[in-house]
């Protein structure tokens, strides 16, 4: 398992936007998605986006949660190993903690994790009305 370091959260008025940053110390093995899930207080933590780069070939395959389509936008850089997730159009409901993870299941608009994903401390973000 990678370790993975989330950065980029804060606080942010509804309609703006924030970028998060996941920095995996190590290759992000290629074949795998990756993605970052949320919490909010008193809820269950639900897949958000995820990103899938196939072993033959560099194309990336994009996953997001039907809450965030259209708003939110996933990102991989394999060179600096890191992982990206530009959120617009921010929504109150979208206050969270963010974790960045690895090895997801990811297919439709299910994000999820299995018994082999790993994960970070996560970043918190909260956006006001």
């Known amino acids: 398992q990678v370790p993975l370091q989330e950065s980029g959260g804060g606080s942010v008025q509804a309609g703006g936007s924030l970028r998060l940053s996941c920095a995996a110390s190590?290759?992000?093995?290629?074949?795998?998605?990756m993605g970052w899930l949320r919490q909010a207080p008193g809820k269950e933590r639900e897949g958000v986006a995820g990103i899938y780069t196939g072993i033959s070939t560099p194309v990336s395959i994009s996953y997001y949660a039907d809450s965030v389509k259209g708003r939110f936008t996933i990102s991989q850089d394999n060179a600096e190993n890191t992982v990206y997730l530009q959120m617009n159009s921010l929504k109150v409901e979208d206050t969270a903690m963010y974790y960045c993870a690895a090895d997801l299941e990811c297919h439709g608009t299910t994000i999820r994790t299995m018994y082999s994903s790993s994960w970070g401390q996560g970043t918190r973000v909260t956006v006001s009305a």
């Open positions: 190590g290759y992000i093995s290629s074949g795998t998605c």
